[in-house]
């Protein structure tokens, strides 16, 4: 599979709109939109759930004809602050109205319709640390599978601070093999502050018959069909990103590179 490195379409409006086709899967699509006050943007689920994350910003947002009013509250992706989201099933629809500038996140999975909406408010999202040294990472879990919110959807963000790695050790979860690992395809849309500066991610099979290494911008979305992920932010710069995974099964198993997994139960220690 190529061209796992998606550049943003523009700035405004629909920027990305990444779909099990163009993506050459199954499972996992998504979509940002970038708004002005007073404008607006609205789908019909069809067979698949989505997941609404107000990344920056406020809007009114409805969602299979819930009035849910004004939602948003971080108007700056690196505030540290936690964000809104709203899951819409299958067979729905949603619309948001900016009332400030938009940042809107769109993820989706194949789903079955029977879930309600619902509303995930900042204090109902963990602000957990994972890591340590230069490896230390803060994780927003959204709608992990702790949270029964969605049939196959996983979403969380994950804030790397300057000169460190993050979805590291290197894991991989590309088995449907559970308990021992779960098949998820996965998305990761980054944000870096300053947005002048850049990340790195290598999307990486043992076998090497993948093998892929990428300099991200600001807003770009890296594509893990399979294999390792591992990222990194150099000194100097904050990295934001928001992860989507989904696969038959709503579980997170995955198995580290076995070069590296020493370095995973020395920290469990």
């Given amino acids: 599979m190529g061209n796992l490195l998606r550049k943003p379409d523009g700035t405004h409006g629909r920027v ?22 007073g404008e607006g943007a609205a789908e019909a689920t ?21 009035a849910l ?19 819409v099933p299958a067979g729905a629809a949603w619309s948001a109205r900016a009332t400030t500038p938009l ?18 408010r ?19 879990p959204i709608a992990m599978e702790e949270r029964d919110v969605a049939d196959r ?34 998305t990761y849309y980054h944000r870096l502050n300053p947005a002048s500066g850049f990340g790195l991610q290598r999307v990486f099979t043992e076998d090497g018959s993948l093998d892929e290494t990428m300099a991200l911008a600001d ?3 890296v594509l893990v069909p399979r294999g390792h992920h591992p990222c990194a932010a150099p000194y100097g710069v904050e990295m934001y990103y928001l992860n989507v995974m989904a696969g038959p099964r709503r579980a997170w198993r995955f198995a580290n590179h076995p070069d590296f997994d020493w370095i995973a139960k020395r920290d469990a220690s």
């Fill in 16 to 37: 990305h709109a990444i779909t099990p086709q163009n993506a050459g899967w199954t499972y996992v699509g998504f979509s940002l939109y970038r708004l002005a006050p």
């Fill in 46 to 66: 069809g067979d698949r759930e989505a997941m609404l994350v107000l990344v920056e910003g406020k809007a009114e947002i409805e969602a299979a004809g819930q």
């Fill in 69 to 87: 009013g004004e939602l948003g509250s971080r108007m700056d992706v690196f505030s540290g602050e936690r964000p809104h989201a709203v899951y």
């Fill in 103 to 120: 940042t809107l996140a769109v993820c989706t999975a194949p789903g079955e319709g029977a879930r309600p909406v619902t509303v995930i």
């Fill in 122 to 140: 900042p204090d109902e999202i963990e602000a957990v640390t994972r890591g340590r040294g230069t490896n230390t990472r803060h994780i927003h």
């Fill in 153 to 186: 959807l996983l979403v969380t963000e994950v804030f790397t601070p300057q000169g460190h790695w993050s979805s590291y050790p290197p894991h991989r979860h590309d088995e449907d093999d559970y308990p021992r690992m779960t098949y998820l395809e996965e």
């Fill in 219 to 221: 807003g770009d979305v």
